[in-house]
């Protein structure tokens, strides 16, 4: 399994602010087998986030991208619509359960505008951008992710559980 894993924050991008949610993602993956094939922070700008997620779909580089930034109402808060114009395919499962599960935890989950989607043989997930949201939102869509990613790079076609 193959990840790449996008940070989007202009003060991260500028070196103002270390980057402590991707890092974790990047350890996360590692810890569980995955080869990080990809780890890069980009401005909360539409245009180059876009170019990052179409540059790793596009050349088939990962099966999954994670991004962490960019999903709150700030209006440089941008990710979820560079997210949008890119995939070919809307799975919101993803986003839903770390809205609905997060609001136990916190109210201000439901502010969360993360998407998830497929574009060719990659899933993009949208995560928050606060270490903690990460962490939970993590905890809560991992089991099904090598699953689904085999489902989508054909490894398994079925998806009925025996």
């Not at 401005?43 to 990962?62: F, Q, T, V």
């Not at 114009?85 to 989950?109: H, L, M, N, Y």
């Not at 505008?113 to 903690?132: D, E, F, H, Y």
């Not at 689904?148 to 009925?160: A, P, R, V």
């Amino acid at each position: 399994m193959k990840v790449a894993v996008i940070t989007v924050s202009d003060k991260g991008y500028r070196g103002e602010r270390e980057d402590r949610s991707g890092s974790y993602i990047v350890g996360f993956f590692r810890d569980k087998g995955w080869e990080v094939v990809d780890y890069c922070i980009v401005p909360d700008e539409k245009d180059k986030i876009k170019e990052k997620l179409l540059s790793i779909c596009d050349c088939e580089k990962a099966n999954l991208i994670i991004t962490t930034g960019g999903t709150g109402f700030s209006p440089r808060d941008v990710t979820p619509e560079a997210t949008k114009e890119v995939i070919e395919k809307d799975v919101p499962g993803f986003s839903e359960i770390i809205r609905i599960e997060g609001q136990k935890k916190t109210p201000r989950a439901i502010l969360s505008r993360g998407v998830s989607g497929i574009r060719k043989k990659t899933l993009i997930i949208n995560l928050p951008g606060s270490i903690k949201g990460v962490k939970d939102s993590l905890e809560l869509i991992y089991k099904p992710l090598p699953h689904g990613i085999d489902i989508l790079t054909q490894k398994e076609s079925e998806c009925g559980e025996g």
